[in-house]
Nanobody
Framework: QLHLVESGGGLVQPGGSLRLSCAAP????????IGWFRQAPGKEREGIAF????????DYEDSVKGRFTISRDNAKNVVWLQMNSLKPEDTGVYYC??????????????????WGHGTQVTVSS
């Protein structure tokens, strides 16, 4: 059973950067496509960044394009989300989620399982 663990969240000022990590201790993360999702207070969960199992293809939600970068190192069993030029509207709980074996972009949250427990990102001055 794949178990995902997010880390790297915190409080940052507008314009700052954070790097989130999604790890899978004891598992082979390279077998999974990965998505990063976030849920802001009072809003629905949204998918923001996606990467295929191989890492060859990525995709982003429009509001984060040019600011966020998803990447992975399958040898290290980790997926990162580098977040630059952060804005207050980026505040929320960030989750990574996995989809077994698919090597194409998957945007629907309903197709991901399992999910991590999330890490809080707060962008505020």
């Amino acid at each position: 059973q794949l178990h995902l663990v997010e880390s790297g969240g915190g409080l940052v000022q507008p314009g700052g950067s954070l790097r989130l990590s999604c790890a899978a201790p004891g598992s082979v993360l390279s077998d999974y496509a990965i998505g990063w999702f976030r849920q802001a207070p009072g809003k629905e969960r949204e998918g923001i960044a996606f990467i295929t199992r191989s890492g060859r293809t990525t995709d982003y939600e429009d509001s984060v394009k040019g600011r966020f970068t998803i990447s992975r190192d399958n040898a290290k069993n980790v997926v990162w989300l580098q977040m630059n030029s952060l804005k207050p509207e980026d505040t929320g709980v960030y989750y990574c989620a996995a989809r077994y074996w698919d090597d194409y972009i998957i945007r629907s949250a309903d197709l991901y399982d399992p999910w991590g427990h999330g890490t809080q990102v707060t962008v505020s001055s």
